[in-house]
């Protein structure tokens, strides 16, 4: 008797967590990683060197603070909502400021579907701003697959606009699954038939380690005063102009 209402337990548990996925409702813990810094022939033995030398260790470091923390990303029905580990709000070190150089991607994002709303927070040092990201990402969807988390994921790779700069793109290569029909992912990359698992980039890898149902947060927007791409490349050239 005891064995059937485990079994029955476990079966409920199982549908509802199930429903909660088709009905978008459910929270993804990512894992964050920056790549290993190659050095150039062509660098070796030139001043630029010992930066990359100390990128290379800052790297260490970094993926170190990151171990044991997750960015998460809560949706629910049409909106989802993005966030870093609780220390990178309050965190102002050094190092955390070269996590994000190199991670380059914002912390914060707030997505709307229904609305066809994606607002991100950047923080610009001096102050934070908001940013309405218009781009429609064009994906090319593959037929490779592979396992992660017990889902049958497939790759896609697409070219996304590169924020303070004009004209630049960074190629991403992500791993998305029909399993849970919600064409959300982490940070402000999404718009793909199922949730994204995983992003890899030239500099960084994301990839989810967890999925909780229901959503621990509900998604609201960040802020109403937003600014727009030439509010950045505004700024990229203020500092340039800094710098001679």
């Known amino acids: 008797m005891l064995r059937n ?21 459910f929270q993804i813990k990512y894992k964050a990683s920056i790549n290993e810094i190659v050095i150039e022939d062509s660098i070796r033995q030139t001043d630029q060197e010992k930066h990359f030398v100390f990128a290379q260790k800052m790297r260490v470091k970094i993926n170190a603070m990151y ?71 064009k994906w090319q969807i593959l037929k490779e697959e592979k396992q992660i988390l017990g889902y049958t994921a ?30 959300f992912g982490p940070s402000n990359i999404h718009g793909l038939p199922g949730l994204i698992l995983e992003i890899n980039t030239k500099n960084y890898n994301l990839k989810a380690h967890q999925v909780i149902t229901p959503a621990k947060e509900t998604p609201k927007p960040l802020s109403e005063d937003l600014v727009d791409k030439n509010y950045f490349i505004k700024m990229n050239d203020k500092v340039k102009e800094m710098k001679y």
């Open 5 to 25: 209402e485990i079994k029955i337990t476990l079966i409920v548990i199982l549908i509802s967590h199930c429903a909660a996925l088709a009905q978008c409702d």
């Open 67 to 137: 171990k044991d923390k997750s960015f998460t990303l809560d949706v629910k029905n049409d909106a989802s909502i993005f966030k870093p580990p609780t220390f990178m709000e309050v965190d102002n070190s050094t190092v955390l400021k070269l996590a994000d150089l190199f991670l380059s991607f914002p912390k914060k994002v707030y997505i709307n579907k229904t609305q066809n709303l994606c607002i991100e927070e950047t923080d610009l040092g001096f102050e934070k701003v908001y940013y309405e990201n218009k781009q429609d990402i």
């Open 154 to 183: 497939q790759k896609a790779i697409a070219q996304v606009d590169v924020k303070f700069k004009e004209d630049e793109t960074q190629e991403f290569e992500v791993w998305f699954t029909k399993e849970i029909p919600c064409g």
